[in-house]
């Protein structure tokens, strides 16, 4: 099952090298990672993506409780939560193409934020599968360069995730 | 205020951390951390011949000690000499604090002479590591490497720090922190109430009941509680090869060590089981055999500190978090209140069944190996168990001679058997045989080796005469890398790939005259004894015993794999269970 960890940790030299290593010497996988500071400045919060059965999943979240710069962390996916991932995509742009393109991104409620000649550059946010639907939408054949930031994700209602 | 530099800053940081001593080897960025050595008289280095030595020294230091073990290396060649006895401590959650020199902080990433990123290469075998960035950080580094290093599940801690940040130049104000607080760092106190009732639930309802202990009982200096609850349950007990002398082994209720070459009866009591308490054990492969065939109907009792080692390989119904020997004091103190009676019967047969598997299969009943003209490697041990009455810190290298002293030399007391269980490490005998007898100057300390293992570490012989350390190296010379040669045996159709060494053995009497120690060589079995008994009266000597064993003996029993369960066990080269 596809997992969303939020992790709040030491905003340290070495903390998110020390998190990678852990998925990578355990033979966990990471889907998606995304990382950034707070708005407490000796904080930095990660979400990460993940997919494993329940015993693995137990097996990760122990087992980045235990390094010591991980503070907190909470896995978003037990609980009503909200996910985003923001996308920027180059698509071939000329002739009709324009048009179609161009009724694909309302419909997915992207925004065209660059434009030439003969490409637009396509910004869009939602759930990674919402992301992967517009990619299918447009075509492969259109699509000349894909940036996606990876999932960010905080829960619904009053759960905070803080010290 | 005292105004002291970065390297002084470490130095009374360390006296005040309560160090007593350092096992180290300079090196060029470490060099204004020894200037400050060797202006200060608190602290006593112990200058080994090679990093790895000094890891395992201070590894064993902390083992046999319960204190902390402190490493001083120099960037580079200096560190990486190192990882082995990082990895070898972490393996075996050892407590360790390792201090690396680092080239100077403006040189950091120009691949400048002797750098290498020692955090990044001791990552994944620390369970913290510090890369200095301020000479002031200095003291609450330390302070907080020994908190983390000594807390919850110990392990090693390094601490890298570049040369500038120890400079004798500038000086800084001194203040050694007396608390640490961490915020992302909680160890657990004391374990579930709740859970804890029902573990005693369980054991009282238990009609076969077994306890299971590991290195976290020695660790936890949990001993005491360990034995008062398993005379209270009157339930046999087994441990690990980490946890020998966690429990009395001469005591009616030990039934051996289980596992991989553990006892008949003790994997047998496992695998027949309704339930185990399993404390400060992790389930090891080596332990479980193959684990969906573990002990089909047992319910597990899981204690340890480390949440991420419960229900990791084996899933616990009865998880608890906690300090060994906080949770046990209170199951203790929950059993002296439980209306629940124990089912004697059931027990009584329970142990009729398990004296019954012992009589056939113990070790230490009669002699389970055929013995002809040649020293048996078992005697070898049984004879040092009586020659030093059982009462020696023993630390052992890896192969066969490490099994059979696991087996053949009955540990009553925690922190006298000091081996590498987790990573195995061939080398570790002699240097951590230094550690023991530098912190217990008079006691009695013998290194159990192979003639493989020995040459790992062998240089320390010179480290052993600058130091007096009178250790007894006991080496089943059994001309051949066993351990390998013995899978070779029974998995490869006796093609012995590299496990022999032609003629190429050196005379290890004449090499321990030029170090200046003693050799002695036996080849009969009817020295045995008497030569042992001379090497041990030599209170004051390093005494390297060359002992020629018989080369194609096996370690006995052991674990069929793959697909076999605890009970499925070759009893010699041709009997199984
Ligand atoms: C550093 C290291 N390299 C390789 C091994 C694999 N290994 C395990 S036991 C063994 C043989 C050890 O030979 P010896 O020390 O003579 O002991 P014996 O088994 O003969 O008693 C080897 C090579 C190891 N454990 N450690
Ligand atoms: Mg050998």
Redesign the pocket.
């Known amino acids: 099952m596809r997992r969303i960890i939020s992790v709040l940790m030491e905003n340290e030299p070495g903390a998110l090298s020390r998190v990678v290593g852990l998925f990578s010497q355990r033979g966990y996988n990471i889907e998606s990672l995304t990382v950034a500071a707070t708005e407490d400045a000796t904080l930095s919060r990660m979400t990460l993506t993940t997919i494993g059965d329940d015993h693995k999943i137990e097996q990760i979240t122990k087992h980045l409780n235990r390094l010591i710069d991980v503070v907190k962390l909470v896995d978003l996916t037990e609980g009503a939560h909200i996910e985003r991932e923001l996308m920027l995509i180059k698509v071939r742009a000329s002739g009709a193409q324009r048009a179609e393109i161009k009724r694909c991104v309302d419909i997915f409620r992207g925004q065209i934020i660059d434009v030439s000649a003969t490409v637009y550059t396509i910004q869009l946010t939602g759930t990674s599968d919402k992301l992967s639907a517009f990619y299918d939408a447009v075509g492969e054949a259109a699509i000349l360069e894909v940036v996606r930031s990876g999932v960010s994700g905080i829960a619904r209602g009053d759960k905070v995730l803080g010290l | 205020m005292e105004l002291l530099s970065g390297g002084d800053m470490l130095m009374r940081a360390l006296a005040d951390e309560g160090v007593e001593c350092i096992f180290g080897y300079p090196g060029g960025a470490a060099l204004h951390i020894y200037d400050a050595l060797f202006r200060q008289d608190k602290i006593k280095h112990i200058l080994v011949r090679h990093e790895q030595a000094a890891t395992h020294a201070a590894d064993a230091f902390s083992r046999s000690t319960g204190k902390i073990g402190v490493v001083l290396v120099t960037s580079g060649p200096g560190a990486t000499n190192a990882i082995?006895g990082i990895a070898t401590a972490y393996m075996d959650s050892i407590p360790m604090v390792v201090i690396s020199g680092q080239v100077a902080s403006e040189r950091i990433g120009e691949d400048a002479f002797q750098e290498t990123d020692m955090v990044g290469i001791s990552r994944p075998i620390v369970k913290h590591s510090f890369l200095v960035k301020d000479a002031r950080d200095i003291p609450a580094i330390i302070k907080k490497a020994f908190y983390i290093a000594g807390t919850g599940r110990p392990g090693p801690v390094v601490v890298d720090i570049p040369k500038d940040i120890t400079s004798p130049a500038t000086t800084f104000e001194y203040h050694y922190p007396d608390k640490v607080k961490l915020r992302s760092y909680t160890p657990a106190q004391r374990g579930h109430t709740g859970q804890i009732k029902k573990a005693v639930q369980l054991l009282l309802q238990a009609k076969r009941p077994i306890i299971y202990a590991g290195g976290g009982v020695i660790q936890g200096n949990a001993s005491p509680q360990l034995i008062e609850l398993a005379r209270k349950l009157n339930a046999p007990v087994t441990n690990t090869l980490m946890g020998l002398g966690a429990y009395p082994a001469t005591d009616r209720q030990f039934v051996g060590m289980l596992g991989m070459h553990g006892t008949v009866e003790a994997n047998y009591a496992m695998h027949h089981s309704d339930v185990i308490l399993a404390v400060g054990a992790r389930f090891d492969d080596r332990v479980t055999n193959t684990t969906s065939k573990f002990c089909p109907s047992a319910k597990i009792i899981h204690i340890d500190i480390d949440p991420a080692s419960i229900s990791k390989t084996v899933p616990a119904d009865v998880p608890i978090v906690g300090p060994v020997e906080s949770v046990l004091n209170e199951m203790l103190e929950n059993l002296k209140h439980a209306d629940e009676k124990q089912d004697a019967a059931a027990l009584q047969e329970w142990w009729s069944q398990i004296e019954e598997w012992r009589s056939r299969y113990g070790l230490l009943v009669k002699p389970r190996y055929i013995a002809g003209d040649k020293i048996m490697?078992q005697e070898v041990i049984s004879t040092l168990w009586e020659v030093t009455k059982g009462d020696a810190y023993i630390t052992s290298?890896?192969?066969?001679?490490?099994?059979?002293a696991a087996q053949y030399y009955p540990f009553d007391k925690p922190r006298r058997w000091i081996n590498?269980g987790g990573?195995?490490?061939?080398?570790f005998g002699l240097p951590a045989a230094m550690g023991v007898q530098y912190a217990f100057r008079d006691a009695t300390v013998a290194c159990v080796?192979?003639?493989?293992?020995?040459?790992?570490c062998i240089q320390e012989l010179s480290t052993c005469k600058q130091y007096n350390l009178p250790v007894k190296i006991i080496c089943?010379?059994?001309?051949?890398?066993?351990?390998?040669?013995?899978w070779q045996d029974m998995q490869y159709s006796s093609r012995y790939s590299e496990?022999l060494y032609e003629d190429s053995l050196p005379d290890f009497v004449k090499l321990m005259d030029a170090y200046g120690h003693v050799g002695i060589r036996v080849t009969k079995r009817e020295e045995l004894k008497s030569k042992m008994e001379e090497c041990f009266a030599m209170k004051d000597k390093t005494v390297f015993m060359d002992i020629h064993v018989e080369p194609k003996e096996h370690?006995y029993p052991m674990h069929i794999a793959p697909n076999g369960s605890m009970r499925d066990m070759w009893l010699n080269k041709t009997e199984r269970t």
Do not use: W
């Open positions: 082995t490697p290298d890896v192969g066969q001679h490490q099994m059979f590498s990573l195995g490490t061939m080398g080796t192979g003639e493989g293992s020995i040459q790992m089943l010379n059994n001309q051949a890398l066993g351990m390998v040669k013995q496990s370690v």
